[in-house]
Nanobody, 123 residues
Framework: QVQLVESGGGLVQAGGSLSLSCAAS????????LGWFRQAPGKEREFVAA????????YYADSVKGRFTISRDNAKNTVYLQMSSLKLEDTAVYYC????????????????WGQGTQVTVSS
């Protein structure tokens, strides 16, 4: 059984920074794409970023490009999301997940999901 546990969420002012972590257990994730999604109240879950197993490729939603950075440490089975220049619209629950398909921007490409961590950006 795969478990993904996110951490690092919290309250931050607009323009600030926050770093999320997601630790995986039950699977050696080095071969898998790891992704971050988010879901704001009343909105559908949306893709944020993904990184391939070797970190050779990263993918970002247009809304976070240039502000967010995804990275991973396969030795620690952990993926990170460094968020900067945060905006009010970044407020959401952030989820990490492991992908089983190359369509990394699609939620159905992922098989295991974490429980989520709340990020709240205040004005």
């Amino acid at each position: 059984q795969v478990q993904l546990v996110e951490s690092g969420g919290g309250l931050v002012q607009a323009g600030g920074s926050l770093s999320l972590s997601c630790a995986a257990s039950g699977r050696t994730v080095s071969r898998y794409v790891l992704g971050w999604f988010r879901q704001a109240p009343g909105k559908e879950r949306e893709f944020v970023a993904a990184v391939t197993g070797s970190s050779a490729y990263t993918y970002y939603a247009d809304s976070v490009k240039g502000r967010f950075t995804i990275s991973r440490d396969n030795a620690k089975n952990t993926v990170y999301l460094q968020m900067s220049s945060l905006k009010l619209e970044d407020t959401a629950v952030y989820y990490c997940a492991t992908a089983i398909s190359a369509r990394v921007e699609r939620g159905d490409a992922y098989d295991y999901w974490g429980q989520g961590t709340q990020v709240t950006v205040s004005s």
